[in-house]
T-cell receptor, first 113, second 115 residues
Framework: AQSVTQPDIHITVSEGASLELRCNYS??????LFWYVQSPGQGLQLLLK??????LVQGIKGFEAEFKRSQSSFNLRKPSVHWSDAAEYFC???????????FGSGTQLTVLP | KAGVTQTPRYLIKTRGQQVTLSCSPI?????VSWYQQTPGQGLQFLFE???????NKGNFPGRFSGRQFSNSRSEMNVSTLELGDSALYLC??????????????FGPGTRLTVL
C-alpha cells in the first residue's frame, strides 16, 4: 500500500528566509506526486505535481520540488518566504491503480514578520 | 472556467440525522472524488465516481454513500450521523479516472458539525 510521511508537523520561518518542507513516500513503482496548500477554512490548492521527466518541478507562487527516487523523497522548497505563504501544506501520492490520493499528515507553516 | 463548487459550505446537524452534500465539478470533468478531513485522521479518501458509477471506495462504513448524475454532479450522503462524522468534506474533480496523470482539483469543502 502506498503511504506518505511528512515528518515536520509544524515549521516556523521568518519572512524572506528559505523554506524546505519534507515529504517521503512509500510505493514500489514510480509514483505520481503532488503538493497541495490549504489556507484556513479553505479547500486544497495544487502547488505542483510530478509525473515523469525532469526531477525538479516548478509550481505556482515560486515553489519548486525535487523528486529523488533513491531517497523516496519529494521535498518542497521556496527561496524566500512571504507572509502570505502561511498555511498548511500537504504532500500526496497517487499510485495510479488505486485512482485515489493518499495524503501525508500535513505541515503547518508559520511565517514570522 | 469555474472551479469545483460545493454546497452548502457549512452545516450543523444532530446525532442520528442524515445529511446530503453536493458537489459540482469543473466543466468537462467526469470524475468526482470525495475526501474527509479531520484533525485526528487527516485527509482520507471516501469514494470516486465516474460516469455515474462508483469506481473506488475507501475504508468507511456503509453509512457513507454517494452518487453521480449524468451531468457529473455528485452528492454524498451520511446516514445516522455520529459525533465523529464532524469534519470538512472535500470534493475533487478531474477529467477522467482512466489515468492517474489527471490532476484532482478541489472544492472549498463543506464543514459538517454534528452535535
Amino acid at each position: 500500500a502506498q503511504s506518505v510521511t511528512q515528518p515536520d508537523i509544524h515549521i516556523t520561518v521568518s519572512e524572506g528566509a528559505s523554506l524546505e518542507l519534507r515529504c517521503n513516500y512509500s510505493y514500489g513503482a514510480t509514483p505520481y506526486l503532488f503538493w497541495y496548500v490549504q489556507s484556513p477554512g479553505q479547500g486544497l490548492q495544487l502547488l505542483l505535481k510530478y509525473f515523469s521527466g525532469d526531477t525538479l518541478v516548478q509550481g505556482i507562487k515560486g515553489f519548486e520540488a525535487e523528486f529523488k527516487r533513491s531517497q523516496s523523497s519529494f521535498n518542497l522548497r521556496k527561496p524566500s518566504v512571504h507572509w502570505s505563504d502561511a498555511a498548511e501544506y500537504f504532500c500526496a501520492v497517487d499510485s495510479g491503480s488505486a485512482r485515489q490520493l493518499t495524503f501525508g499528515s500535513g505541515t503547518q507553516l508559520t511565517v514570522l514578520p | 472556467k469555474a472551479g469545483v463548487t460545493q454546497t452548502p459550505r457549512y452545516l450543523i446537524k444532530t446525532r442520528g440525522q442524515q445529511v446530503t452534500l453536493s458537489c459540482s465539478p469543473i466543466s468537462g470533468h467526469r470524475s468526482v472524488s470525495w475526501y474527509q478531513q479531520t484533525p485526528g485522521q487527516g485527509l482520507q479518501f471516501l469514494f470516486e465516481y465516474f460516469s455515474e458509477t462508483q469506481r473506488n471506495k475507501g475504508n468507511f462504513p456503509g453509512r457513507f454513500s454517494g452518487r453521480q448524475f449524468s451531468n457529473s454532479r455528485s452528492e454524498m450522503n451520511v446516514s445516522t450521523l455520529e459525533l465523529g462524522d464532524s469534519a470538512l468534506y472535500l470534493c475533487a474533480s478531474k477529467v477522467t479516472s482512466g489515468t492517474s496523470t489527471d490532476t484532482q482539483y478541489f472544492g472549498p469543502g463543506t464543514r459538517l458539525t454534528v452535535l
